[in-house]
């Protein structure tokens, strides 16, 4: 396996989000009223906020993972936009991969590994990646349910991420450091 073939069996995936947050993916997903007449800011595409959620539950140093069955597919991560976005993410997992639970790999056995192997590294991949934008989603939730004035703002995402703590180490751990 080479480094395309690692990217095209992360891209084929389609990552899941829990059902309850259906209706909140919906609502600040789809794209709202442009003509500023107060109605709540939102993002085009479900991935988009799914892209949010991940960064948001990065920057709080959780994960949630998903129970069995209880998640949602949607676009392909190939199909996600904008690409450096998406691209930071898949970094950011790849470099944080050793830490995965209950996984043992190394880039050498990814190399050299079997189809299997590689797929289950990017289940588990993909299973990060859930379990931080499940959190995320929680956050939005909880926001969406208490504090919905925020979501009239047109800066919401952004001011969403400077209220959250931050900590370098939950964004810039480096892996056996």
Known sequence: MNHQDLRDAIFIRKPK?????????????????????????????????????????????????????EGVEFAPISNWKPAPLRDFIIIT?????????????????????SEEHVGNFVTMLIREMEAYANRGLIYLQDKWDNEKILFTSPFVFVDILQDLPYNNKNLLTVPGQ
């Open 17 to 69: 989000y829990n059902i309850k947050f259906k209706p909140l993916m919906e609502r600040i997903s789809i794209k709202g009223d442009a003509s500023g007449k107060g109605d709540f800011s939102t993002f085009g595409a479900f991935y988009q906020t799914f892209m949010y959620a991940f960064i948001i539950g990065l920057r709080l140093g959780e994960k949630t993972p998903l129970a069995a069955g």
């Open 93 to 113: 997992l790849l470099n944080r991969s050793e830490k995965f639970d209950g996984y043992q790999w190394d880039w050498l056995s990814l190399e050299n590994g």
